[in-house]
């Protein structure tokens, strides 16, 4: 058995693989303050699903922004490389990867055997984020979780300039005032969120077919803005949060393998 | 590249130190781009670069681009602008693209060294049209700028009076749909609008309105100037780095040998703070607040442009010692009317009139 | 005016020297040590100093008796001591705009809070940076300095060129004038001479650099070179410095002194000063040795003594950095061959509009030459929140990517 591990910046995730790499158990949670106390978490709910004891557990990777504070991981290995590979093994011909986390939004382009060739991540602010939808969903009062679906039923999108998002934040109180339609509104956000992936996508050249992972391709409303915007079709995994961990898991079974 | 039907093939300018005379005596129609055509910045260049250059890249790549422009002319102003010129080099394919190199300084060399500039700029723009650069046709062109220039001056004096308060909105909607038209056709309009005016009497009671400069770093669209006279402002002065340098100084030129006189009247221009002379302009503005004809001042301070930057410590420092009040208004993406702009611009006059 | 306190300077560079870390070379000693024997030279009053722009050829500077200091090297040296954060702090409080750059923000505070002197006068030039002329504007007002735009274009050709030496030449009438003396060429002549022992020792300990395996790491050079070098250029000192810094490498390979490469990188433009890890990280944990840096590279020619007007203005319009990005294409290309380079990283310092706005077409040019490329972004002075568990995940992908 291989354990992966995803300490983002707002949910911790793991994936359990066995030894012929299928996924056998999966446990997204909050990561809170404590990264260690959080990767305990969902690994013991994987092991619990799975009825195994840890020490059955031959190798973990431990990935994402708390990967170096998991002291029962064997490695660390970059989001990015987990990713790309957790991707390869959702959509098997993948070149590109958009992922949109947290506190992140990377586009990586994917060789054959799941090396990465190039990646491009946002800049510091969190535009382009999961932290931006999140904020935004405050402004304007509704369940983050609904805003994918509310998107859909925009006719006439909001045009939202600003690219910062403390800015946007007060245009969307602006947008409210002004009468703007609620689902036009996200509508408008979910085109700024991508109009910020089609820049880094340009950076590193469009390759296709594409993954879509993270917690914000759980927002259709933002996977279909790109979709348009790229004019290509933007494949969403069934669980797109979780493809980090699944990477990590399938990288600690190469690890091991290589390693006999 | 479609060639137009009616009247000469324009050339897209993209900063006003590029003479729009040499522009039109070598048989093209000079199109001088605001920004304001683009919807909204390229998103690939970084956001550390101004919002005028990377609109102008989106407008770049639209169509209307595309089928209205047979060139391009883009000083090495500053570097964003050089970064646009990069942009061009790599993504645009106009049959005429050219990097027009200005000076920073007003001295007798640096005219010389542009003089050349220009000389060979009108020579490479007359060879598309299979002409001879022809200098008459240049002083000519030069009269018919001047005509506007002169035109112009005579309504900021008129604006500067007061009584009129929607008179600024007026001259820059007409400038800001210049760059689409002919200039003869201008300069009618702009006589058209003296003689309205000259045949009627300010009016007297709103002349209690705030007298306002609005300075910047922007084409300043017409839309803002608007919504200050509707708050119950009335713009009397307008200083902004593209405004001035194109419209008001009349040039001083040879009929034999047009250039130099051409190449000194745009180094000597309004400067913008790329020019070493830029402190000397700031001096005069400080001068003009301190004699009164100011009660505000609104400055608007494109986001990203570092030359203006430099002198907001400045005009803070200068508007704390004349005790006129000054309002720094930072300007993203073409949020001329946007609401957050406008409570700024409403609370700015609320507190000029106590 | 608040006293300088040279006591400040003698415990971070003496510090600094004792510590030299895992990386020191005995030039950064030397470097250290000149700069702070001008500093109190200054402050004493028997120097005169300018501030003056990276490309402004101090030779002729030097021939007038005059030390020229970089104000992006103050800025530097003070973030380096910790103090970025707390200065720019202050400029925000001076109404200074976060859209200027850091160097030049921390450096006005330099002045404004009494850490340096007030320079004699201040001598910008463009090629580089919009900044640095305007920030000498404005502080040359404010403190009633004179003030010298040497203005350049952005080509190369003849006419810039000629355009080029008219200007030097009155910003030799200039420094006449701000020093009472007459210009001497026999003076300028010794600086140039000076100034070409430097640029040989430089090239040699730059060709050295492109041994197999090497022998120092980059972050030694990275720390000392770029305005540092090019500000004191024509002095003897700097000549002595850098053979000495030649002779540290030709003796480390003799010895066969070679450190651990994981991968050959080649560094552009900054990186974040405030940061004694930062490097040390990159080298060290992950193996990615900085083999060369764009700012160590010496682009200009021998200039000749006889007729150095010419030779110092081509060595300005020549920098691979002045004008449009094709020219840094050209060279950093070239670099990436003579060091035989395995990835490239690029830290945009986003205070600079003039090298972070041409990073997209140089990345696709080194991709396309079959180099990995990274970029990082951030501000390299700025020590209050820097985003250094993303440059680390980007710089560990990075090192994975290119095993």
């Keep these: ?244 961990a699944l990477g990590a898991a399938l990288l600690a079974k190469e690890e091991a393998d290589k390693n006999g | 590249m479609a060639e137009q039907s009616a009247g000469p093939a324009a050339i897209g300018v993209f900063c006003s130190y590029v003479p729009l005379e040499l522009i039109e005596a070598t048989g093209f129609r000079p199109q001088l781009i605001t920004g304001l055509e683009a919807e909204r910045s390229d998103p690939r260049l970084p956001a550390n670069l101004c919002s005028y250059v990377r609109r102008c890249a989106t407008f770049l790549d639209s169509q209307v681009a595309q089928q209205e422009l047979s060139g391009l002319i883009v000083t090495d102003s500053c570097f964003p602008m050089l970064r646009l010129w990069d942009n061009i080099q790599e993504r645009a394919n106009f049959p005429f693209q050219y990097l027009l190199k200005v000076p920073r300084l007003n001295s007798q060399s640096a005219i010389d060294f542009f003089g050349r500039e220009l000389e060979q700029l009108a020579e490479d723009l007359s060879l598309i049209n299979g002409i001879a650069f022809d200098k008459e046709k240049l002083y000519s062109a030069i009269e018919l700028y001047n005509h506007f220039r002169s035109l112009n001056q005579r309504l900021l004096k008129i604006i500067m009076v007061g009584g009129r308060p929607q008179l600024a909105a007026r001259l820059t909607g007409l400038h800001a749909s210049a760059s689409l038209q002919n200039r003869r056709e201008l300069n009618l309009q702009l006589e058209n609008l003296l003689a309205e005016i000259e045949g009627s009497e300010p009016d007297v009671s709103k002349a209690q309105r705030p007298r306002l400069l609005v300075a910047g770093s922007h084409f300043i669209d017409h839309k803002l100037m608007s919504t200050l006279a509707d708050l119950g402002g009335e713009v009397v002065g307008v200083d902004s780095c593209l405004y001035d340098r194109i419209d008001t100084d009349l040039i001083k030129a040879d009929k034999n040998d047009p250039i130099p006189g051409l190449a000194a009247g745009y180094l000597y221009k309004t400067p913008c703070p790329r020019m070493r002379a830029n402190r000397e302009h700031l001096f005069q503005i400080g001068s003009q607040t301190d004699n009164g004809d100011y009660d505000g001042i609104i400055f608007l301070q494109m986001k990203s442009c570092a030359l203006h930057s430099y002198n907001l410590p400045v005009w803070r420092n200068m508007m704390h010692e004349t005790g006129v009040p000054l309002l720094i208004l930072e300007i993203e993406d073409g949020e001329w009317a946007s609401p957050r702009t406008v409570t700024r611009l409403e609370a700015f006059l609320e507190s000029l009139r106590g | 005016m608040k006293k ?51 490309l402004v050829p101090s030779e002729i500077l030097t021939s007038f008796g005059v030390d020229s200091v970089t104000p992006e090297t103050v800025a530097a040296f003070l973030a380096s001591a910790g103090k970025g954060g707390e200065l720019l702090l202050g400029s925000e409080a001076n109404f200074h705009s976060g859209d200027c750059c850091s160097f030049q923000r921390i450096a006005i505070m330099a002045l404004e809070t009494g850490l340096v002197p007030v320079p004699q006068a201040f001598i910008a ?279």
């Design chain 1, 1 to 244: 058995m291989y354990l992966g591990i995803d300490i983002g910046s707002i949910t911790a995730k793991a994936v359990l693989v066995d030894d012929s790499g299928q996924m056998i158990a999966s446990s997204v949670s909050k990561s809170g303050f404590d990264h260690n106390q959080a990767a305990q978490t969902v690994a013991d709910d994987v092991t619990q699903q799975a009825a195994i004891d840890m020490d059955k557990i031959n190798t973990i990777v431990a990935t994402g922004y708390g990967r170096n504070n998991i002291p029962f991981a064997s490695r660390a290995i970059t989001e990015i490389t987990c990713h790309a590979r957790g991707a390869l093994h959702e959509l098997p011909d993948c070149r590109m990867v958009v992922d949109i986390g947290g506190q992140d939004s990377k586009v990586i382009l994917v060789g054959p055997s799941g090396r990465v060739i190039d990646f491009c991540m946002n800049d510091r602010c969190a535009a382009g984020t999961g932290r931006f939808l999140e904020v935004m969903a405050n402004s304007l009062q509704i369940p983050l979780d609904e805003m994918g679906p509310l998107a859909m039923t925009a006719d006439n999108p909001a045009s939202i300039s600003n690219v910062c998002t403390v800015f946007a934040e007060s245009e969307v109180i602006s947008l409210i005032s002004a009468g703007k339609k609620r689902e036009d509104i996200i509508r408008g956000l979910c085109r700024s969120i991508s109009e910020r992936v089609n820049s880094m996508v340009t950076r590193v050249g469009l390759d296709q077919p594409i993954a879509m992972t993270g917690g914000v391709a759980l927002n259709k409303g933002v996977a279909m803005e790109l979709e348009q915007m790229l004019g290509v079709t933007i494949n969403v995994p069934s669980s797109p949060q979780i493809i980090g």
């Design chain 3, 4 to 54: 300088v306190d040279i006591d400040f300077y003698k415990r971070i560079l003496i510090f600094g020297h004792k510590f030299k870390g895992y990386a020191g070379l005995e030039i950064n000693g030397a470097l250290a040590g000149m700069q702070l024997d001008h500093l109190e030279q200054e402050v004493s009053g028997e120097l005169s100093v300018v501030w003056s722009s990276p």
């Design chain 3, 125 to 403: 030039t463009v090629p580089i940076c919009d900044d640095n002329p305007r920030m000498s504007d404005f502080l040359s007002q404010k403190y009633d300095r004179e003030y010298f735009l040497l203005d350049v274009p952005a080509t190369r050709d003849q006419a810039a060129v000629d355009y080029t030496v008219g200007q030097l030449r009155e910003l030799i009438s200039f420094l006449e004038k701000l020093t009472g003396q007459a210009f001497d060429p026999e003076r300028l002549t010794t600086a140039i001479k000076e100034s070409n022992r430097t640029r040989f020792h430089w090239q040699k300990a730059n060709k050295l650099r492109q041994t197999e395996a090497p022998v120092i790491y980059g972050v030694a050079p990275l720390r000392m070179t770029g305005g540092l070098l090019l500000q004191k250029l024509g002095s003897p000192e700097l000549s002595e410095a850098m053979a000495g810094y030649e002779n540290e490498l030709s003796g480390r390979i003799r010895t066969k002194e070679f450190l651990p490469c994981r991968h050959r990188l080649l560094w552009l433009h900054l990186f974040p000063l405030f940061d004694n890890k930062f490097m040390q990280f990159i080298e060290v944990e992950l193996g990615m040795m900085v083999v060369f840096e764009e700012s160590s590279h010496v682009w200009w020619e021998e200039i000749d003594p006889i007729d150095p007007l010419s030779g110092l203005a081509r060595r300005i319009l020549d920098a691979p950095l002045a004008g449009t990005v094709e020219r840094r294409i050209d060279t950093v290309l070239k670099m990436i061959k003579d060091y035989d380079i395995d990835g490239v990283v690029n830290f945009s310092h986003v205070g600079c509009k003039s090298l972070t706005g041409g990073v997209l077409f140089l990345a696709s040019a080194i991709k396309k030459a079959g180099v990995p490329f990274l970029e990082l972004s951030g501000d390299c002075l700025d020590n209050r929140s820097p985003a250094t568990a993303q440059w680390r995940s980007r710089l560990e992908a990075f090192a994975e990517m290119l095993d």
